[in-house]
T-cell receptor, first 114, second 108 residues
Framework: EPEVTQTPSHQVTQMGQEVILRCVPI?????FYWYRQILGQKVEFLVS????????KSEIFDDQFSVERPDGSNFTLKIRSTKLEDSAMYFC????????????FGSGTRLTVV | QKEVEQDPGPLSVPEGAIVSLNCTYS??????FMWYRQYSRKGPELLMY????GNKEDGRFTAQVDKSSKYISLFIRDSQPSDSATYLC????????FGAGTILRVKS
């Protein structure tokens, strides 16, 4: 069964450092997303991406965050200057249908900012 | 009022029991309703999705949506220890909005 693959599974970084979280969505999917889940809290929407541009972003997704699809297969989330409160599980998801279908999620990257 | 409300549990049932999980919501623009299962430190796994009101059955799982009451349910029949996980409701306008998740424990 097709999977969304995320790397690394766990990243530890110093506060203020830049991190890039990587995702390989399902190959024929057209819509890509990042969600995050702070420990013990809800899964929260960050950003959706379609046709090489951001289609929607949440208020969490401020200027410190950016997304890119650099080569037609990878989908990345960059956090420019990490803060302690960025520590969370980050999930990539993709969908081949409209925005309103259920998505396939990756296993997540656990980001720990120290 | 929160956009999606879900009792976090934990809900503990004996093996073989019927489990009922529920969410309420406030945004009448939601058209698609989903249930995800999440194991510890893993990504959400889609179990079922439903468009608008009605029922949908898949094996031991039944999803119900009542848009007039803004209430959705997931029923699990003949629950198994392997069903122990966190169950997340999610609903969609242009993005997924998740409930807090209900922790389910099925005891053998």
């Amino acid at each position: 069964e097709p999977e969304v693959t995320q790397t690394p599974s766990h990243q530890v970084t110093q506060m203020g450092q830049e991190v890039i979280l990587r995702c390989v969505p399902i190959s024929n999917h057209l819509y890509f997303y990042w969600y995050r889940q702070i420990l013990g809290q809800k899964v929260e929407f960050l950003v959706s991406f379609y046709n090489n541009e951001i289609s929607e972003k949440s208020e969490i997704f401020d200027d410190q965050f950016s997304v890119e699809r650099p080569d037609g297969s990878n989908f990345t989330l960059k956090i420019r200057s990490t803060k302690l409160e960025d520590s969370a599980m980050y999930f990539c998801a993709s969908s081949g249908e409209t925005l309103n279908y259920g998505y396939t999620f990756g296993s997540g990257t656990r980001l720990t900012v120290v | 009022q929160k956009e999606v409300e879900q009792d976090p549990g934990p809900l503990s049932v004996p093996e073989g029991a019927i489990v009922s999980l529920n969410c309420t919501y406030s945004n009448s623009a939601f058209q698609y309703f989903m249930w995800y299962r999440q194991y510890s430190r893993k990504g959400p796994e889609l179990l079922m999705y439903t468009y608008s009101s009605g029922n949908k059955e898949d094996g031991r799982f039944t999803a119900q949506v009542d848009k007039s009451s803004k209430y959705i349910s997931l029923f699990i029949r003949d629950s198994q220890p392997s069903d122990s996980a966190t169950y997340l409701c999610a609903m969609s306008d242009h993005k997924l909005v998740f409930g807090a998740g209900t922790i389910l424990r099925v005891k053998s």
